[in-house]
């Protein structure tokens, strides 16, 4: 477990010892070698709250507007009691496998190198460090549990204590997440809801279908909250729900703003109440500020950065500024 104030660690990039919760693939994609970055002891920024865990939920395919529009009352109260964006932008192209690289790695395609959309196993694993990578080496537990077996190519053996597919619908996935939860405290779970972008594709973006696919999701997260504060670990859990792309018709992948434009929510202890996010707000900008709310390094050739005007410290200028953590090469 982390220290409350310090972390000394010496991570590796690249990660060795498979761990999986779910299938195993066939052929296994090879891990390849990366770049072995150091980093020294890092101080909790004072003033901020101590996150002992980070869920981050990806909702593949949700555009702002369909979230506006469904019945969603969990991720309402999520954004109205934390801080939102309505204008967030993915990569290119925005499609599920290069943007959730983009989410996880905090770099742009041209340099995760992760251009293919579909589960080739034998093109590897991402070969920069991501969120799991850094997470994993500082020896916190993670997770990564979701509804398409295609992001298991982010998630090179070793670098995730838990790997699971359970499956392509949102209360599959959700009651996966909920046992994990409970049995494992992990510091950190990526979790993945494919049912919006699956409505999208066979009943077009916005249609009635995919509105209720979205209320569906939205009650599996209920479910999942209710868990959480069951077993005592809302209080101290940073949530950020997003998505990886848009949509228009019935497929996504271009530079349109109903394909590259998404939500960005977070929510938890300290982070500032019925706030709109103001500044420009990348996909990439999601790696950095799960690394900076578990009192991680960010390495230091990420694009992203961490959002932290979230946090009501920040706002309310309790915030003391110190060096931010950056890992070198």
């Avoid at 537990?141 to 499956?167: M, N, T, W, Y």
């Avoid at 982070?271 to 390094?297: F, H, K």
């Amino acid at each position: 477990m982390r220290s409350p104030f310090w972390i000394a660690i010496i991570l590796s990039a690249a990660c060795s010892t498979p761990s999986s919760g779910g299938p195993a693939a066939t052929p296994a994609p090879t891990a390849m070698p990366a770049p072995s970055p150091t980093s020294t002891a890092i101080p909790t920024p004072r003033g901020l709250p101590q996150f002992q865990r980070v869920l981050l939920i990806s909702v593949d395919g949700l555009r702002p507007d369909a979230l506006l529009q469904a019945e969603t009352p969990q991720l309402d109260r999520l954004w109205r009691n934390g801080v939102h964006s309505w204008s967030a932008q993915t990569v290119l192209p925005s499609s599920t496998l290069p943007a959730h690289a983009s989410m996880l790695s905090g770099q742009p395609p041209d340099i995760h190198q992760i251009v293919w959309n579909d589960w080739q196993p034998q093109r590897g694993f991402i070969r920069v460090p991501t969120i799991l990578s850094v997470a994993n080496g500082a020896g916190l537990e993670v997770g990564f549990i979701v509804g398409k077996r295609k992001l298991e190519q982010l998630a090179p053996p070793g670098c995730v204590d838990h790997f699971d597919f359970p499956g392509s619908d949102a209360d599959t996935v959700a009651q996966a997440a909920m046992s994990y939860l409970v049995e494992a405290r992990p510091n950190l779970l990526i979790l993945h809801f494919a049912d919006v972008d699956e409505a999208g594709h066979r009943s077009g973006w916005m249609s009635t279908a995919q509105l209720e696919a979205v209320a569906r999701v939205d009650a599996a997260i209920g479910r999942l909250l209710e868990a959480l504060a069951q077993s005592d670990l809302l209080d101290d859990t940073l949530i950020i729900v997003s998505a990886d792309h848009g949509g228009h018709f019935f497929s996504h992948g271009s530079d349109s703003p109903e394909e590259i434009t998404i939500p960005w929510i977070a929510h938890g202890p300290g982070v500032r109440e019925g706030y709109q996010i103001e500044v420009s707000l990348s996909i990439m900008d999601t790696a950095a500020t799960v690394l900076y709310a578990l009192g991680l390094p960010i390495p230091e050739a990420w694009a992203g950065r961490p959002l932290v005007e979230i946090f009501a410290a920040v706002e309310s200028g309790s915030y003391l500024a110190t060096p931010l953590p950056i890992e070198t090469m």
